[in-house]
C-alpha cells in the first residue's frame, strides 16, 4: 500500500525479507563501482550519500577500498538497513553507516560531495521534488549521479514480458503508469545545472530507458 507520498514501504521491507534476484542485483551494483571510480575522484571526496542503498553492495567495496571516506546509506526500509548495520560492524568498516530515511522530503540533513541514487527514483512519486532534495545534500563543488524514468523507460517497461508479473507491476506501478517521468530538460530547470550522461563519460555503451546523468554543483 502507498502512502501519500506514492511510497510502497511495506513492499520493500517484504522485498528485503525474500530478497529475489540477489546475486543479479549484486552483480550489476558491483559493477558501479569501477564506472563511479572513472567519474569520480575518490581519494579527494570526504564524503558520500547514497539514497535508496538498498544492500548496498557498492557502499560495501567502496568503503573497504576508500578508508578516509565516510559512506553514508539511506533507505526506507528498516530490515535492510538493520542488516547493513550488522554487515558493516562484522567487517569492521567504520567509515560506513546507515540512516533510514524516506523520499522524496528527507529527514536527515547531511550533505555529502557524491550524492548517489541508483534505481531509486523510479519508487518515487514526486521525483522532481527527490531531485531538488538530493541536490540540496550536495555540498559546494560536489556532485550527483543518479538514474531516473523517463518516456523511453516507460515504453521498455511496457512492452517488456517481465512486467506480467503481479510483482513486477506493483514494484514499478509509477512508471507504467507514467506518474514519475522525468527529462533532461526538467532536471536542468530544477537544478539550474545541464545534466551530463554517466553512461558515456564512464566509458559504458548509452543504455535505452535507464538514462543515469551526473551534475556538478
Ligand atoms: C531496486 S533497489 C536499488 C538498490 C541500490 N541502489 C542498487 O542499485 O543496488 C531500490 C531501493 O530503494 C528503496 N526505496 C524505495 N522507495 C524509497 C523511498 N521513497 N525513499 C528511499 N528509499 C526508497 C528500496 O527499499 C530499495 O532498497
Not at 96 to 121: G, K
Not at 157 to 175: A, C, D, G, I
Amino acid at each position: 500500500m502507498k502512502d501519500a507520498t506514492g511510497s510502497d514501504k511495506a513492499f520493500w521491507e517484504e522485498f528485503w525479507l525474500h530478497p529475489d534476484g540477489k546475486e543479479n542485483r549484486e552483480a550489476a551494483s558491483i559493477k558501479m563501482v569501477p564506472l563511479l571510480e572513472r567519474v569520480c575522484d575518490f581519494s579527494s571526496i570526504g564524503s558520500v550519500g547514497d539514497y535508496g542503498c538498498g544492500s548496498a553492495p557498492t557502499l560495501f567495496k567502496l568503503a573497504a577500498k576508500y578508508p578516509k571516506c565516510q559512506f553514508h546509506g539511506y533507505d526506507i526500509s528498516e530490515r535492510v538497513i538493520e542488516e547493513n548495520r550488522q554487515t558493516a560492524s562484522d567487517d569492521s568498516l567504520s567509515n560506513l553507516s546507515f540512516h533510514v530515511d524516506q523520499l522524496p522530503a528527507l529527514r536527515c540533513t547531511s550533505s555529502h560531495d557524491l550524492v548517489l541514487s541508483i534505481a531509486t527514483l523510479h519508487y518515487v512519486l514526486d521525483i522532481e521534488e527527490a531531485i531538488a532534495t538530493l541536490f540540496a545534500r550536495v555540498r559546494p563543488d560536489g556532485m550527483m549521479i543518479f538514474n531516473y524514468p523517463n518516456i523511453q523507460t516507460r515504453a521498455w517497461y511496457l512492452q517488456s514480458e517481465s512486467m506480467n508479473s503481479p510483482q513486477l507491476q506493483r514494484r514499478f506501478t509509477l512508471v507504467l503508469e507514467g506518474k514519475n517521468l522525468t527529462s533532461m530538460r526538467s532536471i536542468h530547470m530544477i537544478t539550474g545545472r545541464r545534466p551530463k550522461n554517466f553512461w558515456t563519460a564512464s566509458g559504458e555503451k548509452s543504455k535505452q530507458g535507464n538514462i543515469c546523468v551526473f551534475l556538478r554543483k
